[in-house]
């Protein structure tokens, strides 16, 4: 049987941005944030993206959004070449793919009620008159949780967790196909977490969405993920189905992350050993040459420090770039 096509496939996608310094603003290098990154999401999937902060994470998804230009490298949604579309062409192709943020704070106006933020994106696309908005609104308001007469409140008349729903509403509102989630729950309480997770759970199911989830928090991706990709110093290191990344992770930096969750069950959790990495995240601006991990790998080669490992799959689907797993 073919595997239908993917919604969005990310082929070598690359972000640098350029270090400027002296009186003329010369440029004195690059920080490689997004470096040769390769994957795709089907319909209706979820895909976590993992890793420490600074890893790329999220530019590589602002950069599949086009919140920011790629340097280079090619994305596709539902086989269309986002990076060639310009202007109106690309407007249009916005209302497929929406973000949710971090901090719901910092990403809602402060100067605007809740009901106003949710139906802009309505009225940005032309979507419905003044009244078919309002009641649009309403409606998605109640879908994730609120009450209509929240919609004259302000973001900060509400708790963080409500101010992510908002958040969720707004990308919502326009129908998108695929929502880049970044962050979406680490500025919440625990207790709160659960919720929104559950609620972005539900909403899929009803919308039919695709999410590309990033986060830094390896129980949050679990939670929600089908397949997760591993990141580290701007590059894919690791990409698989969530439950064998989480049972039998190849790369050593995925080990290595996963050793530090603690896991609910006692008896595995005393067999489990801790593996500590030395040493810190080397800077994106000067990332090793050959294996970006290997000045902190527990098994570093000599070739590790020349080659730079192929990203490849090793069965099954299950990515990974690592000398180690090569015959
Ligand atoms: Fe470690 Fe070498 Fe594998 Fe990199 S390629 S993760 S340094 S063993």
Avoid: W
Wanted: net charge neutral; with cysteine.
């Amino acid at each position: 049987m073919t595997q239908p096509q993917p919604l969005l496939e990310v082929e070598h996608l690359k972000k640098f941005f350029p270090i400027r310094g002296g009186v003329f603003g010369k440029k004195m290098g690059e920080v490689k944030a997004v470096d040769d990154v390769t994957f795709s999401i089907r319909k209706g999937e979820t895909l976590g993206i993992v890793g420490e902060s600074g890893c790329g994470k999220s530019t590589t998804g602002r950069a599949i959004l086009r919140l920011e230009e790629p340097t280079s490298g090619k994305v596709r949604f539902e086989g269309r070449e986002l990076t060639a579309l310009k202007g109106e062409e690309m407007r249009k192709m916005r209302r497929e793919m929406q973000m949710v943020f971090q901090d719901p704070f910092a990403s809602l106006n402060p100067r605007k009620t809740a009901g106003e933020i949710i139906a802009e994106p309505l009225k940005v696309h032309g979507i419905g008159d003044a009244r078919k908005r309002k009641e649009q609104m309403k409606e998605l308001l109640q879908v994730v949780g609120l009450d209509s007469f929240h919609a004259g409140r302000y973001p900060h008349q509400f708790s963080g967790g409500q101010r992510q729903r908002i958040g969720i509403a707004r990308a919502l509102a326009v129908r998108p196909k695929l929502i880049v989630a970044d962050e979406p729950v680490s500025a919440l309480d625990v207790s709160i977490q659960s919720q929104v997770l559950n609620l972005m759970e539900d909403l899929q199911e009803r919308f039919d969405l695709t999410y590309l989830f990033i986060a830094h928090d390896l129980s949050v991706v679990r939670h929600i993920s089908d397949r997760v990709g591993v990141m580290y110093l701007g590059r894919m290191v690791e990409l698989t189905d969530r439950d064998r990344l989480y049972e039998n992770p190849l790369h050593p930096y995925t080990q290595a992350l996963l050793s530090a969750v603690p896991v609910p069950d006692p008896e595995p959790e005393v067999r489990r050993e801790r593996i500590i990495l030395s040493g810190d995240v080397p800077s994106p601006s000067h990332p090793p040459k050959g294996c970006a991990f290997h000045t902190r790998c527990p098994h570093v080669m000599d070739i590790c420090r020349d080659v730079r490992p192929e990203f490849k799959d090793h069965g099954d689907g299950h990515f990974a770039a690592c000398h180690l797993l090569d015959p």
